[in-house]
């Protein structure tokens, strides 16, 4: 089999041209695309099929927070488009990511497909311990990410998206088949942009992340496809 390649591409481009341009060049070198808010809103579910055309797979990140029939119909509805991937956030609550884990696996089987990962976003890296406090919370964001995880698993989900700071501390609270997707990444040759908690991809991977979520390192370099491989063969 395979090698797993754990390599998920940010398409954090604004048109439906420059992402398959983008994904056209580095598939070979990648495990997945990731389509956000950005692209979706700007090029609709159509961009996601026509990614998923030439058969790469696709982590929809459209961190999904609502009622939970409503989040359950949208899971339904990207379950529908055969995306791998995707996310709501996990203060929705545990009825809310039941309703949305049922969904994705009762979708999935009436289609005949596996069940799309659906991941629980904890906190917000945006967030520090203002943000909390603003909006009712009291606990710091670091016990606030861990109460989380652990409301999302309960509640079914396998897995989450976390900070590359955070990967060591689920490892010790999460059963091991949990999947961890970490954004945060940067290799040390470009520089940290807007990110102030990374991690190398290599030290992500021995921390104990899945996926690596990757958008600027590989999207903005010179060679793009280059930059990809080089990321790879770095995580041995
Ligand atoms: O360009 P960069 O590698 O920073 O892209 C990271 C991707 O991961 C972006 O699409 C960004 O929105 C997303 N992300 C993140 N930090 C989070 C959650 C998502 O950077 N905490």
């Known amino acids: 089999m395979a090698k797993h390649n754990p390599i998920i591409v940010a398409l954090d481009v604004p048109s439906a041209e420059q992402a398959l341009q983008l994904a056209e060049q580095v598939a070979p070198a990648v495990g997945a695309f990731k389509i956000g808010k950005e692209l979706f809103v700007s090029a609709g579910p159509d961009i996601v099929k026509r990614v998923r055309a030439t058969g790469a797979s696709v982590f929809l990140d459209l961190k999904f927070h609502d009622i939970p029939n409503t989040v359950a119909k949208a899971i339904a509805a990207a379950t529908r488009l055969d995306v791998q991937m995707t996310t709501i956030h996990a203060s ?85 088949r949990i999947q961890l997707v970490t954004p945060g990444i940067r290799t040390g040759t470009e520089k940290a942009d807007d990110q102030k908690r990374t991690l190398s991809p290599r030290e992500a991977m021995q921390a104990g992340a899945s996926w690596l979520v990757i958008g600027r390192p590989i999207y903005a370099a010179d060679n793009p496809r280059a930059a990809a491989e080089k990321i790879l063969e770095s995580i041995g």
């Open 92 to 176: 929705g609550g545990g009825e809310m990511m039941r309703a949305a884990e049922k969904s994705a696996q009762e979708m999935a089987k009436a289609l005949g497909l596996p069940a799309p990962l659906v991941l629980g976003v904890t906190v917000l890296t945006s967030s520090n311990h203002e943000t909390l406090a603003e909006i009712g919370c009291e606990a710091d964001p670091e016990t606030q990410v861990l109460r989380l995880a652990r409301l999302a698993v309960a509640s079914g989900l396998r897995g989450l998206v976390c900070s590359p700071l955070e990967i060591v501390a689920l490892r010790q609270i999460l059963p091991a």
